[in-house]
């Protein structure tokens, strides 16, 4: 009998909790990461993804699908010295290398990736499929 009173009390007390928890919803925690602004949500990620051991391309990828990328991309601005700001491949054997460099050294594959269907598909940034058409344009005009 007292295993029944039991249970009842329990079912009793979750019912009035999900009552209760629907009428009543928890406030965000002033800690919590809903809370944090676009910068300190990123660099929440970028802690996130260090401790996890994850690459940088989670980072960015995130970022994207959060709709942080335009702070992301202001945090993590990268310059080298001697090289003015330009698009990197972000895919394929030249991955991290300046569009500009591989221009100069390898034409061919400008070339031909330039003719591939698949990279407006393939790539958000169209900037750098301007850049690679211009690229190439040029290659041809000065032949």
């Known amino acids: 009998m007292r295993a029944i009173a039991i249970f009842f009390l329990n079912v009793l007390q979750n019912i009035l909790g999900m009552?209760?928890?629907?009428l009543f919803p928890?406030?965000?925690?002033?800690?919590?990461?809903?809370?944090l602004s676009d910068v300190d949500k990123v660099k929440y990620l970028e802690k996130r993804r260090q401790y996890k051991g994850?690459?940088?391309?989670?980072?960015?990828?995130?970022?994207?699908?959060?709709?942080l990328l335009e702070?992301?991309?202001k945090l993590f601005?990268?310059?080298?010295?001697?090289?003015?700001?330009?698009t990197k491949f972000s895919f394929g054997k030249y991955r991290?290398?300046?569009?500009?460099?591989?221009?100069?050294?390898?034409?061919?594959?400008?070339?031909?990736?330039?003719q591939q269907d698949w990279l407006a598909d393939y790539l958000d940034e169209s900037d750098?499929?301007?850049?690679?058409?211009?690229?190439?344009?040029?290659?041809?005009?000065?032949?």
């Open 54 to 67: 994850y690459k940088q391309q989670w980072l960015y990828y995130r970022c994207r699908e959060e709709g």
């Open 128 to 143: 750098m499929i301007h850049e690679l058409l211009n690229l190439e344009e040029e290659n041809q005009n000065q032949t």
């Open 96 to 114: 991290g290398e300046f569009v500009e460099d591989i221009r100069e050294s390898d034409k061919e594959y400008i070339s031909w990736l330039s």
């Open 77 to 86: 601005e990268t310059k080298v010295e001697g090289q003015e700001s330009g």
């Open 71 to 73: 702070t992301y991309n």
């Open 26 to 35: 928890r406030k965000t925690k002033r800690n919590s990461y809903k809370a």
């Open 19 to 22: 009552t209760f928890g629907l």
